[in-house]
């Protein structure tokens, strides 16, 4: 079991309520996407969910363990924070050497050949470590605490495409070698929809949609045509967003009924995540 | 678990400052004796260094919050843990300080006219022939003690500040030197029942009547330490990450 419980979590912030009424059940050893626009309360939950910040109301439980203050809960979870919370002088493998006190199935021999393979100077400060490898520096913390859960906030900031295809990849395969719960929050919905099987969609503070990606992508279509004949065959269907131009109207819909009886001089495509993410959020 | 790592980081933390701290004061008698350093022609005495490790230790402890705090946090420490980690190391840091402290006196006192400030303060009670080993404890553990007070006093300072918006920062900065330096020293000197009441307390406070009672102080420092303690816990108890 790594299963994490939220239970109407609210998070006020002076007058901003940055977290609503959330209550969530992340199941255990299954990769989510946790996405939300910029300000939607991602982070903050990530935070409450280490415990790094203090709920207003509500609890978050792993494995029924309430996580403020609870050593044995926090043990069990890693969070690659956006901001460094490692100590700027400390050498990279001086960080990897502690980690390894303070999560002792951290695999020494794998971050060091995961630190070969993304080129990380394991003998340079943190301070002097570029944004892109500062990230790469926290990835191979996390990937190699051989904890039960992981939440990647933002994991693959300033990294370049071929180090985010490597830490993909990566990812992919430290977790079909020790599966494990994986909450990803990223902006670059497209590169990570692969990874993913479940997906949370947070909006103002508020979920909107939790659902497995592939049913979610089984219901969402683009549907183009004349106007009129759109109008008239959406009118009884969930439309998340419309578009015209001239006489020609396109719709985004999240419907499994979309592809039924489609009437002739209508066109139909599926939409990707990342669209629906778009139009999902953009109402 | 947790706890112990922790204890073995705030200490690693503190080791090297610790060092380039008694490198120093080791250089001062070394310095004299070699003629490198002189405190002039005449009867020059050095005296208290205990205060240089006071104010080294509340250095110390002003300096183990913050950074601490988020590497805690990285590591999926709780603030509770990291509490008791601190009370430990920093009681140990005292420990090994007064060990140290108790050593330098004697091996200075050696060298040249020295007096440390606990033998200023309540010499003249270890004067019969069994006072030599009673004055090294008494000295030992009133160092410890003053110690771990400033040190506890420099974590409290420091949460203070961490949790405290701009504003809250000038008053408690500004208010407490405000009390000290001016209402105190007005009010004791408009009013003479209450310079006596400030006297009789640091009298008392101090073991500092008639019979001079050095555990008296112990006592007090012991006493500030645990208030501090508390209130620093407070502090800390809800502090989010910024």
């Known amino acids: 079991m790594n299963q994490i419980e939220i239970k109407g979590i609210t998070k006020v912030f002076g007058e901003t309520t940055a977290l609503k009424n959330v ?20 982070t903050t939950l990530l935070n409450l ?13 792993i494995d029924g363990q309430n996580v403020l203050e609870n050593d044995q809960a926090l043990s069990q979870i890693y969070c690659i924070a956006e901001t460094n919370l490692y100590p700027e002088n400390m050498k990279v493998k001086s960080a990897f050497d502690w980690t390894k006190k ?11 050949m995961l630190a070969h393979k993304f080129g990380l100077d394991t003998s340079k400060k943190i301070k002097s470590l570029s944004a892109g490898y500062n990230s790469i520096f926290k990835m191979i913390i996390a990937l190699s605490c051989q904890v039960k859960i992981l939440l990647l906030d933002e994991p693959v900031l300033g990294l370049d495409a071929n180090h985010r295809d490597l830490f993909y990849k990566e990812l992919l395969s430290n977790y079909s070698a020790h599966p494990k719960t994986i909450i990803i929050s990223t902006h670059l919905i497209e590169e990570a929809a692969d990874l993913l099987e479940d997906v949370i969609i947070i909006k103002e503070g508020e979920v909107l949609l939790v659902d497995q990606v592939e049913n979610l992508l089984s219901k969402g279509y683009t549907l183009s045509g004349v106007a009129s004949l759109v109008d008239e065959y959406i009118k009884d269907k969930n439309v998340l967003a419309q578009s015209s131009f001239g006489g020609l109207k396109t719709a985004y819909l999240l419907d ?4 039924v009886n489609l009437p002739q001089g209508l066109e139909i495509s599926k939409l990707d995540l990342q669209q629906m993410f778009i139009h999902l959020t953009n109402v | 678990m947790k706890l112990q790592s922790i204890i073995r980081y705030q200490l690693s933390d503190s080791k090297k400052s610790l060092l380039i701290f008694y490198a120093i004061m080791f250089s001062i008698p070394l310095l004299t004796t070699t003629g490198f350093l002189s405190f002039g022609s005449g009867s020059a005495e050095v005296r208290g260094t205990e205060m240089a490790s006071a104010i080294f230790i509340f250095v110390i402890g002003l300096n183990s919050f913050r950074a601490n705090f988020l590497f805690s946090q990285a590591n999926g420490v709780s603030r509770k843990t990291q509490f008791k ?21 004697h091996l200075f006192s050696l060298l040249v006219p020295y007096m440390s400030f606990f033998s200023m303060i ?25 110690y771990a007070l400033y040190g506890m006093f420099g974590y409290f300072v420091t949460l203070v500040y961490y949790r405290s918006g701009l ?11 405000i009390f000290i330096f001016f209402v105190l020293p007005y009010l004791a000197f408009v009013n003479l029942a209450v310079s006596r009441v400030i006297v009789n307390l640091t009298v008392l406070a101090f073991g500092l009547g008639v019979n001079l009672n050095p555990y008296q102080s112990m006592f007090t420092f012991s006493l500030f330490f645990i208030i501090f303690a508390i209130g620093s816990y407070l502090l800390m108890r809800r502090a989010p990450i910024k």
Request: without cysteine; charged residues 15%.
């Open chain 2, 122 to 146: 309540y010499g003249s009670i270890y004067l019969t022939d069994s006072a030599p080993l009673s004055a090294l404890f008494g000295g030992l553990l009133w160092s410890f003690f003053l």
């Open chain 1, 49 to 61: 969910m280490t415990n790094k910040i203090f709920p207003t109301s509500g609890e978050i439980l």
């Open chain 2, 167 to 177: 504003i809250m920062k000038l008053v408690v900065s500004i208010v407490p030197a």
């Open chain 2, 85 to 105: 980690g601190f009370l430990v190391t920093i009681l140990l840091i005292s420990g090994v300080m007064a060990i140290i402290d108790a050593i330098y006196t």
């Open chain 1, 256 to 259: 499994e009924s979309a592809r």
């Open chain 1, 23 to 42: 209550t969530l059940t992340i199941e255990p050893n299954k990769i989510y996407g946790l996405l939300g626009r910029n300000g939607a309360g991602k």
């Open chain 1, 102 to 112: 303070f999560y002792p199935d951290f695999d020494r021999g794998y971050a060091d």
